[in-house]
Structures are given as structure tokens and as C-alpha cells.
């Protein structure tokens, strides 16, 4: 009896590396943009020694209440009489 040696390249036949595309590009500029913007908030943290301070207070805003606006008074129309006659 003699038996074959399986691997799972055999099984699965030939492997072709996958090709990097425009999204693995767009993956990679976007890592690095997070690395730096992440390195920019560190540097300007860094000016002000990593102290995060309270928010300066804000009085309370005075809201105006308008007074209510009454519907314009609109008089029953009547139609007006008109003087051509129709023939």
C-alpha cells in the first residue's frame, strides 16, 4: 500500500500571492495620517505640559420671550361684481 504525502498545498493547489490594490493603498495613507495627527496632539500637548484645564464658565443665556403675533384679521371676501356679461 502506498500512500501519498498531503500537504495543504496539494490540496489546495497552486497559491498566488494576492496583489496589494488602490484600497491597501488608501488603508496605508490612512494609518499614517492617524500616526500623525496623533503626533501633532502630542507635540501641542506638549507646549502646554499635558495639562488639560476646566473650561471657563459661561453665564446662563437670557432667552427674550416675544410676545404672541396675532393672525392678520382677514374679512370675508365676497366677490366682486364684475360688469362684463357673458354672451
Do not use: H, W
Not at 496583489?19 to 500637548?45: H, N, P, W
Not at 459661561?58 to 396675532?70: G, L, R, T
Amino acid at each position: 500500500m502506498s500512500t501519498l504525502a498531503s500537504t495543504t498545498e496539494n490540496r489546495r493547489g497552486p497559491y498566488r500571492k494576492p496583489q496589494a490594490d488602490v484600497y491597501t493603498f488608501m488603508l496605508i495613507v490612512s494609518l499614517l495620517a492617524l500616526i500623525l495627527g496623533i503626533l501633532c496632539l502630542y507635540f501641542e500637548m506638549k507646549r502646554f505640559d499635558f495639562e488639560i484645564k476646566e473650561a471657563p464658565k459661561v453665564p446662563p443665556a437670557v432667552v427674550a420671550v416675544a410676545p404672541p403675533v396675532q393672525p392678520p384679521l382677514v374679512a370675508l371676501a365676497r366677490p366682486v361684481p364684475s360688469n362684463r356679461t357673458c354672451t
